[in-house]
């Protein structure tokens, strides 16, 4: 797609950040990257792995650097065709660093000391709680108001976040003039929150201090299956869908985020059948599910240059979008033109 198809007007533009930490998960992939192929169809999609805000936290640099090339590819294997969106790298992009320093002289102190993640974060980084730690959530709102994203894909984690980044945006437009959108929350449609596979009245998540309760996608088969095989169901013996049964309903969602099955076809699929050959089924089918993911991200990984030209090709396109903004930023607050 040329440059010129890439700003058409009429469509609108997201933006989102992925963190070069650890691997998507079955949850994360089925509530939200799994759509992100067909998003880049209907809008124009911007998407950045976002080393800057990881170093907030201690990295250690080889691990950083191998994590976030792991993250790009992994990014490509989950559909994002770096052909219809630009797919790039938040550190190869200086303007997001750059528009930071001035939003963060619109941003109180008092609003980033409410924020709960930096509370959060610093109680579990007490020996590290570093100024960018603090200002974090301001490079998000650079990332986002430096491409005029109208959209942006965030779990509720991140809409504290998001909602400073409109408060940004809305307070340097009333000093200095119209100048950034104020960014949307993009709630996808098919949202489906799935449990902890140990404790299913819990949330998926990749901290879980229990190394069975989260399926990432990258994980093989064999892995995939013991983990299902140990879900936690109940001491019925009945495959539907029902109050109370928290186990089975969180192991149906999945069965059916996967293979497209109602709930009442997966009963009826499974009626006088035991929970081991339900849970079996649910394993073999996500493995099937996840395979493709698994075999593209193992080519993309293989072919560091394929990934490096994408990678150069992306920020190139980056750095052109925001420089514009970033000019208009600078010429507002009064800075001497750069001739
Ligand atoms: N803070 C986000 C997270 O931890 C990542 C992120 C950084 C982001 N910049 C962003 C998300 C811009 C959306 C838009 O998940």
């Given at each position: 797609?040329?440059?010129?198809?890439?700003?058409?007007?009429?469509?609108?533009?997201?933006?989102?950040?992925?963190?070069?930490?650890?691997?998507?998960?079955?949850?994360?992939?089925?509530?939200?990257?799994?759509?992100?192929?067909?998003?880049?169809?209907?809008?124009?999609?911007?998407?950045?792995?976002?080393?800057?805000?990881?170093?907030?936290?201690?990295?250690?640099?080889?691990?950083?650097?191998?994590?976030?090339?792991?993250?790009?590819?992994?990014?490509?294997?989950?559909?994002?065709?770096?052909?219809?969106?630009?797919?790039?790298?938040?550190?190869?992009?200086?303007?997001?660093?750059?528009?930071?320093?001035?939003?963060?002289?619109?941003?109180?102190?008092?609003?980033?000391?409410?924020?709960?993640?930096?509370?959060?974060?610093?109680?579990?980084?007490?020996?590290?709680?570093?100024?960018?730690?603090?200002t974090y959530p301001v490079l998000m709102a650079a990332d986002i108001l430096a491409y005029n994203a109208d959209l942006v894909p965030i779990g509720a984690d991140q809409k504290q976040h998001l909602e400073l980044a409109r408060n940004i945006a809305v307070r340097f437009n009333q000093r200095f003039g119209q100048t950034f959108t104020v960014p949307e929350p993009y709630v996808p449609a098919s949202g489906a929150r799935l449990m902890s596979l140990q404790d299913p009245t819990k949330k998926m998540s990749k901290s879980d201090e229990n190394a069975n309760a989260c399926v990432f996608i990258l994980d093989d088969k064999d892995t995939i299956m013991r983990k299902f095989k140990r879900a936690v169901t109940d001491s019925e013996a009945e495959v539907c869908y029902r109050e109370g049964k928290d186990g089975i309903n969180n192991l149906m969602t999945i069965y059916s985020c996967v293979t497209g099955k109602t709930m009442d076809e997966i009963t009826a699929e499974f009626a006088g059948k035991g929970y081991g050959d339900f849970k079996s089924a649910v394993g073999e089918a996500v493995a099937d599910h996840l395979a493709p993911v698994r075999s593209e991200f193992a080519r993309l990984s293989a072919d560091k240059a394929y990934l490096n030209e994408c990678i150069a090709i992306g920020s190139e396109q980056a750095y052109r979008m925001t420089r514009k903004i970033l000019s208009k930023v600078y010429r507002r607050v009064g800075f001497v033109d750069h001739k």
């Amino acid at each position: 797609m040329s440059q010129q198809e890439m700003t058409t007007p009429q469509k609108k533009r997201i933006f989102s950040g992925i963190q070069p930490t650890g691997v998507f998960t079955l949850g994360n992939y089925i509530g939200a990257v799994r759509n992100w192929g067909a998003l880049q169809d209907e809008y124009e999609s911007i998407y950045c792995i976002v080393d800057l805000h990881a170093i907030t936290v201690m990295q250690e640099p080889a691990a950083l650097r191998a994590n976030t090339m792991r993250a790009y590819a992994l990014m490509l294997a989950c559909g994002i065709d770096p052909k219809k969106s630009v797919a790039f790298i938040q550190s190869h992009n200086p303007n997001h660093a750059e528009l930071s320093w001035v939003l963060s002289c619109s941003t109180m102190f008092g609003e980033l000391s409410r924020m709960t993640q930096f509370k959060d974060k610093s109680a579990r980084h007490a020996d590290n709680i570093n100024a960018g730690l603090f200002t974090y959530p301001v490079l998000m709102a650079a990332d986002i108001l430096a491409y005029n994203a109208d959209l942006v894909p965030i779990g509720a984690d991140q809409k504290q976040h998001l909602e400073l980044a409109r408060n940004i945006a809305v307070r340097f437009n009333q000093r200095f003039g119209q100048t950034f959108t104020v960014p949307e929350p993009y709630v996808p449609a098919s949202g489906a929150r799935l449990m902890s596979l140990q404790d299913p009245t819990k949330k998926m998540s990749k901290s879980d201090e229990n190394a069975n309760a989260c399926v990432f996608i990258l994980d093989d088969k064999d892995t995939i299956m013991r983990k299902f095989k140990r879900a936690v169901t109940d001491s019925e013996a009945e495959v539907c869908y029902r109050e109370g049964k928290d186990g089975i309903n969180n192991l149906m969602t999945i069965y059916s985020c996967v293979t497209g099955k109602t709930m009442d076809e997966i009963t009826a699929e499974f009626a006088g059948k035991g929970y081991g050959d339900f849970k079996s089924a649910v394993g073999e089918a996500v493995a099937d599910h996840l395979a493709p993911v698994r075999s593209e991200f193992a080519r993309l990984s293989a072919d560091k240059a394929y990934l490096n030209e994408c990678i150069a090709i992306g920020s190139e396109q980056a750095y052109r979008m925001t420089r514009k903004i970033l000019s208009k930023v600078y010429r507002r607050v009064g800075f001497v033109d750069h001739k």
